[in-house]
């Protein structure tokens, strides 16, 4: 997973649905700790929590800088 890309986009596109780390976290069923996480790329998502927020943010591997050969 590239990282970087990967943390800059998860939190532009959060921001973009206007939601907050914990809101965002209260959707996908994680702790805000893992949502912060996440943005500061010190975790990276199962292939599940990817699913669930291309769903919740209504994007593509793509547009979160991923391809499907680049998640764990």
Same mark, same amino acid.
């Given at each position: 997973?590239?990282?970087?890309?990967? /943390?800059? %986009?998860?939190?532009?596109?959060?921001?973009?649905?206007?939601? /907050? @780390? @914990?809101?965002?976290?209260?959707? +996908? !069923?994680?702790?805000?700790?893992?949502? !912060? !996480?996440?943005? %500061?790329? /010190?975790?990276?998502? /199962?292939?599940? @929590?990817?699913?669930?927020?291309?769903?919740?943010?209504?994007?593509? %591997?793509?547009?979160?800088? +991923?391809?499907?050969? @680049?998640?764990?």
């Amino acid at each position: 997973m590239v990282l970087d890309t990967f /943390t800059k %986009r998860l939190r532009a596109y959060r921001k973009l649905k206007h939601m /907050t @780390q @914990q809101d965002f976290a209260l959707a +996908l !069923g994680v702790s805000v700790a893992i949502v !912060g !996480g996440w943005e %500061r790329g /010190t975790r990276e998502p /199962t292939d599940a @929590q990817v699913e669930k927020m291309m769903h919740l943010l209504q994007v593509n %591997r793509d547009d979160l800088g +991923l391809s499907s050969d @680049q998640t764990q």
